[in-house]
Structures are given as C-alpha cells and as structure tokens.
Antibody, heavy 121, light 111 residues
Framework: EVQLLESGGGLVQPGGSLRLSCAAS????????MSWVRQSPGKGLEWVSA????????YYADSVRGRFTISRDNSKNTLHLQINGLRVDDTAIYYC??????????????WGQGTLVTVSS | QSVLTQPPSVSGAPGQSVTISCTGS?????????VHWYQQLPGTAPKVLIY???NRPSGVPDRFSVSNSGTSVSLAITGLQADDEADYYC???????????FGGGTKLTVL
C-alpha cells in the first residue's frame, strides 16, 4: 500500500521558514518523480514544485521560485520542501504527491494527507 | 484565475446525471496533453478519479466517464449517489517545465 506521510507544518510568522517532509513507503521511491501541491483554505489546487527521481532536476511554480527548494533523500525514501520568506498567501495545506508515469504530461497518482502551513503574525 | 476553467458548482438529484466541463486552450488540452481528474471528498485529500483522459483506477465505477472536444473535456457522472458529493478538479499540462495546470474545481451537490 502506498503511503505518503507529511510532517513539518505549523504556524509561522511572515518572513519565516519551515521545512516540510514526506515519508514515502509502499512503492519504489527512487524511481518516482515527486511533487508538492498546495491548497489554500477553501480554494483550489495549486502545483508548487516537482523533482525528478534522481533528484537532479527540479521545477517550481512562478509563485514560489526563489523561496522554495525541493529535495529528496532516496536512501531514506523522504521528500522535502524548504520554504523560506513565507508570506500570508502561502497559507495552505501542502500535499506530497507521487507522480504517475507520464505519457503526455505529469499527474498525481497518489496524494498524502497533507500538512497545514499557516502564515500569520 | 485558473488556467483550466470549470463551473464552480453543479448539482443533481440521486439517480440523475451531471456533467462537469473543463475548458483549456491550444496550449494545454488542445495541444494534446493528457487530462486527469481528481475527486476530493469533504475534509480529505484529493484522489485520482480519471487518468490519461479516460482511464479509471480500480475501484472507480464506470458511472464516471469522460468525453472530449478540442480544447474542452467533460466529466460525466451518471446514477448520482450521495457519496459522490465532493469537489472535482481537472488537471493537464502546457509543455513548459513548470507547466502543471489545474481547473478551479467544481463542487458537486447531490440534492
């Protein structure tokens, strides 16, 4: 059974930092592209960042580029998202996502349960 | 403003059918990129409902189906049931390295 367990969310002041983690199990993590997708309260889904299976390629939404850094540790089956310079509009549930095999574009095959990041003074 | 356009809400009585449209452009759906659908039940994480345009994961009934037309796709749900009440999102890509695109989501209410 695929499991994605996020951690690291919490309440942080504007300008602060957080490191989100996602512990993966039940599939070949080292062979899977991974993403983070967020959902602001009462809003829709927004893709945030993705990383290739080997960790050498990473991609970011324009809204977070330069502030967020995605990384992975394939030896520990763990995905991370370092979030710096947090803004109020970064408040959201952050979902860890295992991507499915791409044919014509990426997609999310499995979602974690999410971790809530609240940015407020 | 989402790149893919969905109606904010749809509703139907049990047993009836509804459709949810997802309209993109020549940069994403019209360019041939796959469209995927996710179902988000109240208070839970999304889960994949339809992938590679028309494929259903095991456990998803054939009451859920998709049709497409150029730059739009439509999710049809027949024989509405109370536990179909959820938010539905379409997702595609526009070919750029950060080109994930989502619809704004549609809230389905079963009357």
């Amino acid at each position: 059974e695929v499991q994605l367990l996020e951690s690291g969310g919490g309440l942080v002041q504007p300008g602060g930092s957080l490191r989100l983690s996602c512990a993966a199990s039940g599939f070949s993590f080292m062979n899977s592209a991974m993403s983070w997708v967020r959902q602001s309260p009462g809003k829709g889904l927004e893709w945030v960042s993705a990383i290739s299976p080997d960790g050498f390629r990473s991609y970011y939404a324009d809204s977070v580029r330069g502030r967020f850094t995605i990384s992975r540790d394939n030896s520990k089956n763990t995905l991370h998202l370092q979030i710096n310079g947090l803004r109020v509009d970064d408040t959201a549930i952050y979902y860890c996502a295992k991507e499915g095999t791409q044919i014509k574009g990426p997609w999310v095959e499995y979602w974690g349960q999410g971790t809530l990041v609240t940015v407020s003074s | 403003q989402s790149v893919l356009t969905q109606p904010p809400s749809v509703s139907g009585a049990p047993g009836q059918s509804v459709t949810i449209s997802c309209t993109g452009s020549s940069s994403n759906i019209g360019a041939g990129y796959d469209v995927h659908w996710y179902q988000q039940l109240p208070g839970t994480a999304p889960k994949v409902l339809i992938y590679y345009n028309t494929n259903r994961p095991s456990g998803v009934p054939d009451r859920f189906s998709v049709s497409n037309s150029g730059t739009s796709v439509s999710l049809a749900i027949t024989g509405l049931q109370a536990d179909d009440e959820a938010d539905y999102y379409c997702q595609s890509h526009d070919g750029s390295p950060n080109g994930w695109v989502f619809g704004g989501g549609t809230k389905l209410t079963v009357l």
